[in-house]
């Protein structure tokens, strides 16, 4: 089995489910280059000799009645992955955003990270950040939430865009406390027996093999967190 050198975490969150804080203790913890689905689309762009509004259309919830006669949807999806191929043959990325779930699972050195939480949290978190009403809070989580789905149907045929079998993580954000990352040993299968996260205690085995030292290092002390 081969070793990278390089590694890649793909960060898909719920709106008002601390991204910002989970970025900066992973910044904190590794070297990566944080990359937003506004510079894939734009890499994507250069690839087709196309403006960015065409390939953002990959998201939209909306299909045009020509789609079936002039491809766009796909044709953009597509050269999405082409620049998602060219970012990762580069350097490690900490991919923020959609896009990253375009990554087939079979690339070994790419973990994929849910974070999500209860409405009524993500509720509290957008009151207190965004100094708004808890109706327009919920409004815009609802939208927020109906483009993931939209999302993860376009490519795997699923509704909910939390489901666990689209990653190897499943953080419930509501579940634990960031500041103590870097307080907090790391994870202990010994002193922790029959902890689990929400799909399983561990990766599969080839890929634990396949990721850094540094990443499952990380992943350990995530999870060593959770309640």
């Keep these: 089995m081969e070793i990278y050198d390089m590694a890649t975490i793909v960060l898909f969150s719920g709106l008002f489910c601390r991204e910002d804080e989970v970025i900066e203790e992973i910044l904190a913890t590794t070297d990566l280059k944080v990359i937003d689905d506004e510079a894939v689309v734009a890499e994507a762009a250069g690839l087709a000799g196309v403006a960015a509004s065409k390939i953002s259309q990959a998201f939209s919830p909306k299909l045009s009645v020509f789609n079936k006669f002039t491809m766009e949807k796909e044709r953009a999806i597509a050269y999405l992955k082409l620049a998602l191929s060219n970012m ?3 350097e490690s990325l900490l991919l923020q955003g959609h896009t990253g779930l375009l990554i087939p699972k079979q690339v ?21 950040d965004k100094q708004i009403a808890e109706k327009e809070a919920l409004k815009m989580i609802r939208n927020s939430d109906g483009d993931s789905a939209t999302w993860t149907r376009t490519l795997f045929q699923m509704r909910d865009p939390w489901d666990q079998s689209l990653y190897d993580m499943v953080i419930p954000m509501d579940k634990r406390k960031l500041f103590k990352m870097r307080l907090n040993p790391p994870f202990n299968q010994a002193r922790h027996p029959g902890r689990r996260l929400m799909i399983s205690n561990w990766l599969p085995r080839w890929k634990q093999r396949c990721l850094p030292r540094g990443i499952m290092w990380l992943l350990r002390l995530i999870k060593a967190l959770l309640p």
């Design 108 to 128: 070994s050195h790419v973990l994929k990270v849910c974070l999500i939480a209860e409405m009524p949290s993500r509720i509290q978190s957008a009151v207190i």
């Design 88 to 90: 990762l043959s580069d």
